[in-house]
T-cell receptor, first 112, second 109 residues
Framework: DTGVSQNPRHKITKRGQNVTFRCDPISEHNRLYWYRQTLGQGPEFLTY????????KSRLLSDRFSAERPKGSFSTLEIQRTEQGDSAMYLC??????????FGPGTRLTVT | QQPVQSPQAVILREGEDAVINCSSS?????VHWYRQKHGEAPVFLMI?????EQKGHDKISASFNEKKQQSSLYLTASQLSYSGTYFCGTESGDDKIIFGKGTRLHILP
């Protein structure tokens, strides 16, 4: 069990560019969650997968955000046409049950 | 819909006790507690389920009042390692956790 991994750990991009983040969950965890966290705030739910099915997507998430989890393994989160307001820490978590979630170290996005 | 946590911040001396409260305006199925240290990912502490079931670490205790939609986390005989930001998360039966803004806890030696 190597834990949840996320890549890259840091990403600096210019406004208007597209970015993609990857999350590798703990093996055999069928649930995978994406959150966004800004300074002084708790993690904000973005979307949730059970195996390869995307079951829930936050209404706060604009159409510029999309996530996939092909074959129920790793997941990617893409942000198109980034804006400065997208600057945040993007956290991924996985879980074998609806109970405890195991968070990855996060990807810190800075949009200049 | 975001749960409200109180207090926003607490400073304790090692060995003292603290209570962190979490309140929601929605009917809840479960309440989750996580701790996050600076620059690190949140770490699961405890989940309290409707009906009384609890899962979590032995050294952490918490309560869940289903009727009032409130939960409290009890930290007794605090240690330096308890420092960090504590988040409660509420879930209403849809597997989606909504986290509060956190309570910052600082333990002094």
């Amino acid at each position: 069990d190597t834990g949840v991994s996320q890549n890259p750990r840091h990403k600096i991009t210019k406004r208007g560019q597209n970015v993609t983040f990857r999350c590798d969950p703990i093996s055999e965890h069928n649930r995978l969650y994406w959150y966004r966290q800004t300074l002084g705030q708790g993690p904000e739910f973005l979307t949730y997968f059970q195996n390869e099915a995307q079951l829930e997507k936050s209404r706060l998430l604009s159409d510029r955000f999309s996530a996939e989890r092909p074959k129920g393994s790793f997941s990617t989160l893409e942000i198109q046409r980034t804006e400065q307001g997208d600057s945040a820490m993007y956290l991924c978590a996985s879980s074998p049950t609806p109970y405890e979630q195991y968070f990855g170290p996060g990807t810190r996005l800075t949009v200049t | 819909q975001q749960p409200v946590q109180s207090p926003q911040a607490v400073i304790l001396r090692e060995g003292e006790d603290a209570v962190i409260n979490c309140s929601s305006s929605k009917a809840l199925y479960s309440v989750h507690w996580y701790r996050q240290k600076h620059g690190e990912a949140p770490v699961f502490l405890m989940i309290l389920l409707k009906g009384g079931e609890q899962k979590g670490h032995d050294k952490i205790s918490a309560s869940f009042n289903e009727k009032k939609q409130q939960s409290s986390l009890y930290l007794t005989a605090s240690q330096l390692s308890y420092s960090g930001t504590y988040f409660c998360g509420t879930e209403s039966g849809d597997d989606k956790i909504i986290f509060g803004k956190g309570t910052r806890l600082h333990i002094l030696p």
